[in-house]
């Protein structure tokens, strides 16, 4: 008899984890999906309740909870990201590796079906194919946050060989949604849209010429759920799958963006983020995925544009009312995802 799935987000609260834990909800029941963070209760929406105050560093509070939550599968989503790990490499490194073996140990002992866990296009360095870099490429990451995604995705596979458990991975490009970023390298893409809605000029920290691969969070969320709902034995890759959808310029998406907010203006000064972007490739071959579970992105760049302004014009406008309103307001936590 199959079990009823029940499913824990650890890093609900950031980027990710925030549309996952609704989209998740929607498939399988608001009840069904625990979200947790490490974010006191007080502090987080109340739509993203139920909500568990959880650190992923505590081993044993987690085994805890996964006995007594009798969970069906696990979304890993907390982790230091490129940028901020750059200025502090230790921690960043302890987090984002030590997390991830106690959901993968704890999986096993408490029989978790089915772990999925986000690698990174950090994962490539200079070495790698720039155009279309392919799905088995050379993967030596000069950063802390790529090295702990290359790591991470030997020990996802490592498990599943070892263990029979079934963990699942996509190496995501530069991901864009309307909530606040988190101290990635493509960060810019979403920052953009706020400045441009706000009517500010936006000060860029990668060149304009900067080409990197990116994804609508919308597609990203759904490439999630169809790696978890693809039959296993359709799988051939158990480190992480390369993902593609977009691949553009802070150039490119400026242009697209005057032509909603003809006033918008931006300059670009380049800083350390620049020579991270620049050891990474500018767009990904994604045709294993396609082939093994039918990977399709929708979104375009003009329609992503569209939709993005959209929702942070609505999102800014049910802000300012609700602060006028009620005069209060935590918002929401820092991403951690």
Known sequence: MNRKEKILVIGACGQIGSELTAALRLKFGTHCVLASDIWPDTGVPRHMFPYLQLNVMDKEALSELMAEGDFTQIYHLAAMLSASGEKNPQPAWNLNMTSLLNVLELSVIHKVSKVFWPSSIAVFGPKAQKTACPQYEITEPTTIYGISKAAGELWCKYYFEKYGLDVRSLRYPGLISAGLPGGGTTDYAVDIFHYAVKGDAYTCFLKGDTKLPMMYMSDAIRATIELMDAPGDRLSVRTAYNLGALSFTPEEIYDTI??????????????????????????????VANRDWGWRPEFDLENMVT????????LTRDYSSEVSVSAAGSGYPADVS
């Open 307 to 314: 939709d993005m302004l959209n929702r942070i014009r609505i």
């Open 258 to 287: 005057i032509k909603f907010v003809p006033a918008f203006h931006i300059e670009y000064k380049p800083d350390f983020r620049q020579q991270i972007a620049d050891s990474w490739p500018q767009s990904i071959d994604d045709k």
